[in-house]
T-cell receptor, first 115, second 117 residues
């Protein structure tokens, strides 16, 4: 079975450019999470969706960040305009409904470098 | 508030030694879930184990074992006879139920384990 799929795996861009990260959750999972990992802050939640609806976006840094989940099999995280401090690894994770081996499974991550 | 503390930032051991990674958590919920993830040098986050708050049974899986104690709010992870391939960062995490699904994960800062040959 395919796990969580993220693209691109690596992204290098210049400050001010728009960046779009993509995620395909595991089929049948009803929750999707976006996390960011940095040395300074560790692993932190940006936003999560349940049944395609945003539930908690308290971790989204500012208006430059936006996330969408147009359907159950696809989500995007967009940064516009990007800044050097956005450099990090961005992980997408998905989990099934409770009662079905409740666990968050992570994608391989997108390593973002903003110059 | 929910919080996970991994007091050990780095641990170094020699192969075949046993090692225990500590995890202490805080939550006001009565229903919650605890996890351990492994992050090898390649960077992915690999799920190791999940425990819910109603199941305090310890678990053993090969060389790995987990000790969950609600009385001390701890969920410690022991690797027996460590191997070089165990070298990684290990994260403990906490989640609560939110309606019909898991809520967000609260991660500890991780413990870097280095196993020397």
């Amino acid at each position: 079975d395919a796990g969580v799929i993220q693209s691109p795996r690596h992204e290098v861009t210049e400050m001010g450019q728009e960046v779009t990260l993509r995620c395909k959750p595991i089929s049948g999972h009803n929750s999707l999470f976006w996390y960011r990992q940095t040395m300074m802050r560790g692993l932190e939640l940006l936003i999560y969706f349940n049944n395609n609806v945003p539930i908690d976006d308290s971790g989204m840094p500012e208006d430059r960040f936006s996330a969408k989940m147009p359907n159950a099999s696809f989500s995007t995280l967009k940064i516009q305009p990007s800044e050097p401090r956005d450099s990090a690894v961005y992980f997408c994770a998905s989990s099934p409904p409770l009662g079905r081996q409740e666990t968050q499974y992570f994608g391989p991550g997108t390593r973002l470098l903003v110059l | 508030a929910q919080k996970v503390t991994q007091a050990q930032t780095e641990i170094s051991v020699v192969e075949k030694e046993d090692v225990t990674l500590d995890c202490v958590y805080e939550t006001r919920d009565t229903t919650y879930y605890l996890f351990w993830y492994k992050q090898p040098p390649s960077g992915e986050l690999v799920f190791l184990i999940r425990r819910n708050s109603f199941d305090e049974q310890n678990e053993i899986s090969g060389r790995y074992s987990w000790n969950f104690q609600k009385s001390t709010s701890s969920f410690n992870f022991t690797i027996t006879a460590s191997q070089v391939v165990d070298s990684a960062v290990y994260f403990c995490a906490l989640s609560e139920a939110r309606g019909s699904t898991l809520g967000r994960l609260y991660f500890g800062r991780g413990t870097q384990l280095t196993v020397w040959p």
